[in-house]
């Protein structure tokens, strides 16, 4: 079965600009979450979606925000993108929401969206 | 804030060779993970722990989990040029959703 898909895959913005990341999970899965991943802080939980609602968040500025439609597929955005919001935004799907102490749950990431504030 | 302390942060070894990469904490987690990342790629799960003093096995791969389910480890037996990539430690408190990931170790292998 297809696995996630992140589109764009590289992106170019200038400072001021916004952003608009979109995430297509495996088929089936209802649980999506986004991580940023730069090389100085590694990788942050930025939210998590299921079922259309925001389930929890990282502690990211309010200009990050995301949204779930009905057939699960995400997007993420960001506005007034400052330099240093340039990272690999990664998408990653789970069949449930949560971890629990059987570890059931597995997530699986897509290639990342690569974005360059200039 | 859950920190995950990596070590070593790089590893540059030749073919054959063993090696150890920790991941340590002073929370506790209810599950950890290990992942490996190749350049261009996201993250793909490796392994989950969930038991204090777990150890599981995937090929030349040994993980374990400390007893006090704090702190991790992953061994690799006999290195390829295949195993070079970026390994995340990832841990899960309670229920929750969001994973807190260490800070990372760099593996290269060479022949």
């Known amino acids: 079965k297809a696995g996630v898909t992140q589109t764009p895959r590289y992106l170019i913005k200038t400072r001021g600009q916004q952003v608009t990341l979109s995430c297509s999970p495996i088929?089936?899965?209802?649980?999506v979450s986004w991580y940023q991943q730069t090389p100085g802080q590694g990788l942050q939980f930025l939210f998590e979606?299921?079922?259309?609602?925001?389930?929890n968040k990282g502690n990211f500025p309010g200009r990050f925000s995301g949204r779930q439609f009905s057939n699960s597929r995400s997007e993420m955005n960001v506005s007034t993108l400052e330099l240093g919001d340039s990272a690999l935004y990664l998408c990653?799907?789970?069949?449930?929401?949560?971890?629990?102490?059987?570890?059931?749950?597995?997530?699986?990431f897509g290639a990342g969206s690569r974005l360059t504030v200039l | 804030t859950q920190l995950l302390e990596q070590s070593p942060q790089f590893l540059s070894i030749q073919e054959g060779e063993n090696l150890t990469v920790y991941c340590n904490s002073s929370?506790?987690?209810?599950?950890l993970q290990w992942y490996r990342q190749e350049p261009g790629e996201g993250p793909v799960l490796l392994v989950t722990?969930?038991?204090?003093?777990e150890v599981k096995k995937l090929k030349r791969l040994t993980f374990q989990f400390g007893d006090a389910r704090k702190d991790s480890s992953l061994h690799i037996t006999a290195a390829q040029p295949g195993d070079t990539g970026l390994y995340l430690c990832?841990?899960?408190?309670?229920?929750?959703?969001?994973?807190?990931f260490g800070t990372g170790t760099r593996l290269q292998v060479t022949l």
């Open positions: 990653a799907s789970s069949l449930l929401q949560g971890f629990s102490r059987s570890g059931a749950n597995v997530l699986t």
């Open positions: 088929s089936g899965h209802r649980s």
């Open positions: 979606y299921f079922s259309e609602t925001q389930r």
């Open positions: 929370s506790v987690f209810s599950s």
């Open positions: 722990v969930v038991t204090g003093g």
């Open positions: 990832a841990a899960a408190t309670g229920t929750a959703s969001k994973l807190t």
